[in-house]
């Protein structure tokens, strides 16, 4: 079993549409969960952070986090064509406290 | 500007050579992270550092060496053990290293990246 694991797409949505990216991981004793956005070429940006259960917002982002499920989520509204990246989960703490990527989900906003 | 600095953006390779790829950062981070990172895949730990002179190998740590002897600086040398370096390599650095409460503040900020090629 992966560590981090996440569909590797591609998710294609239309322009404008609800954007759901998902991730699970196999560590309980991880504590930080991050989203980063990563475009052709380019080293990852952090999009997003979490650490407590529930819902965290930041204008179109939405990352929901239940770690009993061992699950964290990314969701973005109104998606737009420059949305159109490689989203990728990562998951801090537990024994290790290394950082872990998952592989990646590969989102394409259709105009 | 605070940030994370990798150099050089290119490197070549020839067979049987080994090279180090350099990255510093200015963010008084405690730990820092090397990635591999092949066409159309995700992020692969090499080796993880979090305090000066101690670090840890990742999950593909084979044919690769690091050292940590300033709080600043990351060096990672591909070595010629490692017999397919072609990749993205990717330097990292966060808070939050060996028992850093809370858990807050502790998002990884990247370089810009190390493309190797082997000749």
């Known amino acids: 079993q992966k560590e981090v694991e996440q569909n590797s797409g591609p998710l294609s949505v239309p322009e404008g549409a609800i954007a759901s990216l998902n991730c699970t991981y196999s560590?309980?004793?991880?504590?930080?969960f991050f989203w980063y956005r990563q475009y052709s070429g380019k080293s990852p940006e952090l999009i997003m952070f979490i650490y407590s259960n529930g819902d965290k917002e930041d204008g179109r982002f939405t990352a929901q986090l239940n770690k009993a499920s061992q699950y964290v989520s990314l969701l973005i509204r109104d998606s737009q064509p420059s949305d159109s990246a490689t989203y990728l989960c990562?998951?801090?703490?537990?024994?290790?406290?290394?950082?872990?990527f998952g592989t990646g989900t590969l989102l394409a906003v259709q105009p | 500007d605070g940030g994370i600095t990798q150099s050089p953006k290119y490197l070549f390779r020839k067979e049987g050579q080994n090279v180090t790829l350099s990255c510093e950062q200015n963010l008084n981070h405690d730990a820092m992270y090397w990635y591999r990172q092949d066409p159309g895949q995700g992020l692969r730990l090499i080796y993880y550092?979090?305090?000066?002179?101690?670090?840890q190998k990742g999950d593909i740590a084979e044919g690769y060496s690091v050292s940590r002897e300033k709080k600043e600086s990351f060096p990672l040398t591909v070595t010629s053990a490692q017999k397919n370096p072609t990749a993205f390599y990717l330097c990292a650095s966060s808070m939050g290293g060996a028992g850093y409460q809370p858990v807050m503040n502790t998002e990884a900020f990247f370089g810009q990246g190390t493309r190797l090629t082997v000749v």
């Open positions: 990562a998951v801090k703490g537990g024994a290790t406290n290394k950082l872990i």
């Open positions: 550092s979090q305090i000066v002179n101690d670090f």
């Open positions: 560590d309980r004793g991880s504590q930080s």
